[in-house]
């Protein structure tokens, strides 16, 4: 059985990160400002998108355990900060992410190399 994921159920991690360090420091906005989608996607686990209202997608057809789910969107939550703090770029994974994820990671036992 897979991990029921709904825009609902992500919001409520999205908070419950948000409220942990890193995330905890980083001034994300409340779940409420964001819009959170849940399509069945193939062709990718997550996407963060800079719009109004931030967009955070995570896929219901690649994503099946709450852990995924969770590194997923932890994963997505970095490409926000990074955004909001004026340090995205088209290498989406340059050093200032690999710096966050390696946070991140330390956390929450992760592998940032897989991150």
Same mark, same amino acid.
């Given at each position: 059985?897979?991990?029921?994921?709904?825009?609902?159920?992500?919001?409520?991690?999205?908070?419950?990160?948000?409220?942990?360090?890193?995330?905890? %420091?980083?001034?994300?906005?409340?779940?409420?400002?964001?819009?959170?989608?849940?399509?069945?996607?193939?062709?990718?686990?997550?996407?963060?998108?800079?719009?109004?209202?931030?967009?955070?997608?995570?896929?219901?057809?690649?994503? %099946?355990? $709450?852990?995924?789910?969770?590194?997923?969107?932890?994963?997505?939550?970095?490409?926000?900060?990074?955004?909001?703090? %004026?340090?995205?770029?088209?290498?989406?994974?340059?050093?200032?992410?690999?710096?966050?994820?390696?946070?991140?990671?330390?956390? $929450? %036992?992760?592998?940032?190399?897989?991150?």
């Amino acid at each position: 059985m897979t991990f029921p994921l709904t825009p609902e159920r992500l919001a409520v991690l999205y908070d419950c990160l948000r409220a942990l360090p890193p995330f905890k %420091g980083w001034r994300l906005p409340p779940s409420h400002l964001v819009e959170f989608r849940t399509p069945y996607r193939l062709d990718l686990f997550g996407e963060y998108v800079e719009s109004d209202p931030p967009r955070i997608m995570v896929s219901r057809a690649l994503n %099946g355990t $709450f852990d995924h789910v969770l590194e997923i969107l932890a994963h997505e939550m970095v490409h926000m900060a990074q955004h909001q703090s %004026g340090h995205s770029s088209r290498a989406n994974h340059n050093r200032d992410f690999a710096r966050r994820a390696k946070a991140v990671c330390r956390v $929450f %036992g992760w592998d940032w190399r897989r991150f």
